[in-house]
Nanobody
Framework: QVQLVESGGGLVQAGGSLRLSCAAS????????MGWFRQAPVKEREFVAA????????YYADSVKGRFTISRDNAKNTVYLQMNSLKPEDTAVYYC????????????????WGQGTQVTVSS
């Protein structure tokens, strides 16, 4: 079992930046591929980014490529999502999740989820 807690969300103007953190407890984070997902109102939850166990492989949704960066610090049992050049369409609740599958795992392959953190980008 692993418990995940996100933080770092908030309100930011378009073009601004935020860094989300996901702290894990329970089993060591290095056992898992980690992902970030988001869900906007009346929309389905969608993939944002994923990072391999070692951090050597990353994978991004086209909509955030070049603007968002996923990273991890296994010693601190924490995963990060640096979000730059934010747009109003990035507004959503952001979730981190853990899977034993690869970085290209689908949403349904993620076994553990955090409670989410709200990101709101104003125009």
């Amino acid at each position: 079992q692993v418990q995940l807690v996100e933080s770092g969300g908030g309100l930011v103007q378009a073009g601004g930046s935020l860094r989300l953190s996901c702290a894990a407890s329970g089993r060591t984070l290095s056992s898992y591929t980690m992902g970030w997902f988001r869900q906007a109102p009346v929309k389905e939850r969608e993939f944002v980014a994923a990072i391999s166990r070692s951090g050597s492989i990353t994978y991004y949704a086209d909509s955030v490529k070049g603007r968002f960066t996923i990273s991890r610090d296994n010693a601190k049992n924490t995963v990060y999502l640096q979000m730059n050049s934010l747009k109003p369409e990035d507004t959503a609740v952001y979730y981190c999740a853990a899977t034993l599958s690869s970085v290209r795992a689908s949403l349904h392959e993620y076994n553990y989820w955090g409670q989410g953190t709200q990101v709101t980008v104003s125009s």
